[in-house]
């Protein structure tokens, strides 16, 4: 493995190099020596702070009178409509307490995840498995990168609901007709990639809270409006080409690995795809995949300099910090 430099310019950031440094620290971390102790305490760590980072599927619950007849469209509205009024309370009622609590839900989730990702960044950096000192000792770190994630949550809906608001009162006057016409036609031409463009931005935000301000937070111990203040000074100035690449180049990897786990779930005949699907046991089969992405983006992070220095050498991980 090649010495770390720490470059003057900004085109000297290289995202292909920390890869093989990832490489051999999760194989250190986990595998040198093999630890079932650690591996699970790492795997609980995953497990919490991947809470949030991806959304499970949505059921559709049947009901009975979807497969009413309808002559057509106009009969369709009138019907639900007319259910409508005769039900409103008992919808409101509902509606309203299904969004409290799925708010409250998702807040938790949130929360506990905000304490999961500085659990298994320490976990990482120290070469350990470990619950109830990192829970503790990162608490007011925690919380902060928490309230972070949940004003980017709420910035975030608030964005993508203005978008679908903006296409419904362009395709209005074809919905009133009951038509698909030249106003639906724009109304997706404008909506869809506005959508796709909005999750992008809104998922790399997020991401880098995770990838460089927590690590940001961790080294200095300092709250986390500060810590973007100092990644937005210190490192991502003048660099945005070189983050677009870095997350293109997780992405590739996230593919990758992807597929990987598919295959190695085909190939014990469909086992592991179900372990790996099983809350906390799916983390604990996938940590390698927690671990290597916790630790490309520390190594890719190490190369601004050595003020950013959390990880070593991969042979040589596990120091303490001071």
Known sequence: MAEYYYPEGPNEISVTEPIGSAYVATKQILFKPFDLGKWFLLGFCAFLANLCDC???????????????????????????DW????????????WLFAVGLLMLTVLLLWLSSRGKFMLLDGVVRNRGAVVEPWRK?????????????????????????????SLKIAWPDIQAERFDSNAIWALIIGIPLWFIGIIFFSVLGHILDD???????????????????????????RGGTFMLFYLMKFL????AGILLFLAGLLTCCIGC?????????????????????????YFLKQFGPEWELMGRPENIGLELE
């Open 253 to 256: 990897l996230g593919f990758a």
């Open 138 to 166: 990162f608490k007011d770190l925690a919380n902060s990168l928490f309230l972070w994630r949940f004003i980017l949550s709420l910035v975030s809906l608030v964005s993508l609901g203005l978008i679908v608001a903006v």
């Open 84 to 95: 409508f009024y005769e039900y409103w309370e008992l919808i409101l009622s509902i509606g």
């Open 274 to 298: 179900i372990l790996m699907i099983i809350p906390f046991i799916g983390s604990v089969v996938t940590l390698p995949v927690a671990v290597f992405f916790r630790t490309y983006s520390l």
């Open 55 to 81: 959304g499970g599927p949505h059921g559709n619950g049947g009901n009975n009178n979807s497969t009413r007849g309808f002559r057509s469209f106009g009969d369709a509205k009138e019907y639900f409509i």
């Open 212 to 238: 460089f301000v927590a690590p940001i937070m961790y080294k200095r111990n300092i709250l986390g409006g500060e810590a973007i203040g100092i990644f937005r000074r210190e490192i991502l100035a003048d």
